[in-house]
């Protein structure tokens, strides 16, 4: 039996959503991507430069229990996992986390998810994370975006 696969898109996020069995889904990926840079999703905003500001610390996020609670009750796995990952990477000498370490903030806090790997795949495939070495991925801009509009502020630019 074939593995469902699913790819979404919401233009104002650049995403796009394709269902089927993954190796359907993996043949528009790419394609799609490549459509989504010719898209153009809304004006460009110009601003002032200013000094970027220091990454929170992981004191001002709070506990790990407290950040969770942030997250609105519609919050999907993927978005549990991204969050989770969030705050590993805060965390981190080298701003970055594993799905191994993530998986296990979440699962200290009785949160079980299905399949974490595919959670992160998913984020990888909407540009919200990004490899840095194998097993190992950071939040991107539009993953900072993403938590702002489910956590607030909490998550700086």
């Known amino acids: 039996?074939?593995?469902?696969?699913?790819?979404?898109?919401?233009?104002?996020?650049?995403?796009?959503?394709?269902?089927?069995?993954?190796?359907?889904?993996?043949?528009?990926?790419?394609?799609?991507?490549?459509?989504?840079?010719?898209?153009?999703?809304?004006?460009?905003?110009?601003?002032?430069?200013?000094?970027?500001?220091?990454?929170?610390?992981?004191?001002?996020l709070g506990s790990f229990g407290e950040f969770l609670l942030r997250l609105p009750s519609s919050a999907t796995d993927v978005d549990k996992m991204l969050a989770a990952g969030y705050f590993v990477q805060v965390g981190s000498a080298d701003d970055a986390f594993t799905t191994a370490d993530a998986n296990r903030r979440l699962t200290e806090q009785g949160i079980k998810l299905g399949n974490p790997s595919q959670c992160v795949k998913q984020s990888l495939l909407a540009k919200r994370v990004f490899l840095l070495s194998k097993g190992r991925y950071r939040i991107s801009q539009q993953g900072r975006a993403h938590l702002r509009q489910l956590l607030g502020p909490v998550v700086p630019d």
């Open 1 to 60: 039996m074939d593995q469902r696969g699913r790819l979404r898109i919401n233009l104002s996020q650049r995403e796009f959503e394709v269902e089927g069995s993954e190796e359907f889904v993996r043949g528009f990926a790419e394609r799609i991507s490549e459509l989504l840079d010719l898209f153009d999703v809304g004006p460009v905003v110009t601003a002032p430069v200013e000094a970027e500001a220091a990454p929170p610390s992981p004191e001002a």
